[in-house]
């Protein structure tokens, strides 16, 4: 069949550059169309942190982690919680993942030049029974480089591929439609967008000043999720986590506007599990934003004493670091949209990470002697001073009475008392002159530093947080933040896209976040983290090779 390639893939996010980059180097051409300008090239991506779920990898044998396929499948099964018929695919994806994860994926990434840095990161700790949700050990791996560092590869690739004349990028090409034929695709058509220089993570123009059609055997939906449009969120938001927030921050471009998806579901495709989503609840806004309502994540160590808006300290194990979804759960059952953390100066130095590649220069820039200074260091790392400065959720003070005064303040909603929460830290400080504490939290952060990578990087020695040794007192206002869609198409294990009446239809496949990180939501309702980029790579692969092999 004549056309303008052998298969098109919808999106230059990683996702779509890592199944292109396989398809032409299967020796098929292809075509990436993305409506963003080519400074956005690898999406996502290149803002992340470039964290990756491994599991049993060199990097944890040397911290002296023992992990296993096993014990990683008892954690995913226990946070993932599959309980739908149309979880089947989902399940079966997140096993086929999983073996991935402990087998093919780092040596496959290290074999392209990609490196980790040597701590492993432990995310989603959980803090209920062995059955439930979070990781049992640490297997967050930070890519050198942080997201950039996870592009760089296939950017590569795709650069090679495009010289040999395999594969063509058309940028600012906006898909409207997917062109159908006796319920096969065939192609794709839309509009042609304005040139913008824009710079990188920005919002681009939308004028239109053409049309086009583009034809091909196979076309790749890899365009991402919902996360920047917030009405789309608000409309998939399920009862269980209670309402929705009235008040949300953007952790993704606004280039993740979801329309995609309706694009797809349109043609046939069978969206599932779209009320499965994964926000986060310790948001602060950027105090020099890149997209609309830019908000940045805190990755926290475990020591932060956590308030809701009424001051009430939340409830084992709702800790920072243990579980996104119960604390969201929780937080909007209070019937405010925001939270707090208090803390003081030696522990937001030596815990608090923010997530996304710029926030974090040493690591992206991959510099050593830079990266050595978070063990090192008097203050926080740059980044995290800056937003202690200038952030509009900082607030810093010598004591706790002047703290809460400018807590109420910045919430306007005055719901803090002093006496409550003096009460509550008052007490908590009396747990940590022993090692063996009836309070949770203590008892967590002691069980932290028994792992060296926590007691080098990432938890504070236990202290007061009243002790001014340990000063100033910091409070933090955590925001909703958006990020990342759990639930997409349905797809079998190449990435086939199913059709709503429950066959496969032909031609048609989706990738990464637009299919759930595979066969339409391969986390269920919760993740272990660093299992979207490596959701990314795996479902980006077999799609890349499926397709490849299919057109003739
Ligand atoms: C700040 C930040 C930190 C993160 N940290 C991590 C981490 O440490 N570990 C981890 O595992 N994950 C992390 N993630 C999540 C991860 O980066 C994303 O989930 C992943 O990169 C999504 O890739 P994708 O290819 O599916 O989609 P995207 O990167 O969203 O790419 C989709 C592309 O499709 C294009 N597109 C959409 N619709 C159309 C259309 N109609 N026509 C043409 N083009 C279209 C878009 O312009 C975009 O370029 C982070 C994300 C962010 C933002």
């Not at 700790?125 to 640490?138: I, K, L, T």
Request: aromatic residues 8%; charged residues 25%.
């Amino acid at each position: 069949m004549a056309g303008n390639a052998d298969v098109i893939v919808v999106g230059a996010g990683l996702s779509g550059l890592v199944a292109a980059t396989e398809i032409a180097e299967a020796g098929k051409r292809v075509i990436v169309v993305d409506q963003e300008g080519e400074q956005s090239l690898g999406g996502q991506a290149f803002w992340s942190f470039g964290g990756l779920f491994l599991v049993d990898s060199p990097e944890q044998r040397r911290l002296g982690i023992k992990d296993s396929y096993e014990l990683a499948l008892q954690d995913w099964m226990g946070s993932a919680g599959f309980d739908r018929d149309e979880d089947l695919w989902p399940r079966r994806s997140a096993e086929a993942y999983l073996g991935f994860a402990a087998g093919e994926k780092r040596g496959w990434l290290r074999a392209m030049g990609h490196r980790i840095f040597p701590v492993v990161g432990w995310a989603e700790r959980g803090g209920y029974d062995a059955m439930g949700h979070g990781n049992s050990v640490p297997r967050f791996h930070v890519s050198w480089g942080t997201g950039p560092g996870i592009v760089e590869p296939f950017e590569r690739r795709a650069r090679q591929a495009q010289a040999s004349g395999r594969l063509t990028f058309k940028f600012r090409h906006r898909v409207d439609a997917l062109i159908m034929t006796n319920g096969a695709v065939e192609g794709i058509a839309g509009s042609i967008l304005e040139p913008d220089g824009v710079e990188r993570g920005k919002s681009s123009s939308r004028k239109v000043t053409g049309e086009f059609t583009l034809r091909a055997q196979a076309v790749i939906i890899a365009a991402g999720g919902i996360g920047g449009n917030h009405d789309l969120v608000r409309q998939n938001w399920p009862k269980r986590l209670g309402n929705a927030p009235k008040k949300m921050i953007s952790g993704v471009p606004e280039h993740v506007d979801g329309r995609m998806i309706g694009i797809a579901q349109a043609a046939g495709g069978r969206l599932i599990n779209r009320d499965r989503m994964w926000h986060y609840v310790e948001g602060i806004r950027n105090w020099s934003p890149i997209w609309p309502r830019h908000g940045i994540r805190i990755l926290p160590g475990p020591s932060s004493m956590w308030f809701d808006a009424t001051g009430k300290r939340l409830a084992a194990p709702l800790f920072p670091g243990s579980d996104t979804l119960g604390q969201l759960q929780y937080i909007m059952n209070t019937g405010y949209d925001y939270s707090w953390f208090v803390l003081t100066q030696s522990i937001i130095k030596k815990e608090f990470a923010l997530s996304g590649s710029e926030q974090n220069p040493d690591l992206t820039g991959k510099s050593w002697l830079m990266t050595a200074r978070r063990a090192t260091n008097k203050g926080a790392p740059g980044p995290v001073e800056a937003f202690k400065t200038h952030g509009l959720d900082f607030i810093v003070r010598d004591n706790l009475a002047d703290l809460v005064t400018a807590m109420n303040k910045l919430s306007g909603d005055d719901l803090l008392k002093l006496e409550h929460v003096t009460a509550q830290i008052e007490a908590r400080d009396r747990e940590i002159d022993n090692p063996y504490v009836k309070d949770a939290q203590v008892m967590n952060i002691h069980n932290a530093r028994r792992y060296v990578g926590d007691r080098l990087i990432r938890t504070a020695k236990p202290h007061r947080i009243l002790d001014p040794a340990h000063g100033p007192l910091i409070a933090v206002k955590l925001n909703i933040l958006t990020r990342k869609t759990l639930g997409g198409f349905e797809t079998d294990l190449d990435g086939r896209m199913f059709g709503t009446d429950g066959k496969l239809i032909s031609g048609l496949y989706a990738v990464g976040e637009a299919a759930g990180f595979g066969g339409g939501g391969m986390h269920g309702y919760r993740s272990l983290e660093g299992t979207f980029l490596g959701g990314c790579l795996f479902s980006g692969r077999n799609a890349g090779r499926a397709s490849a092999k299919a057109v003739a």
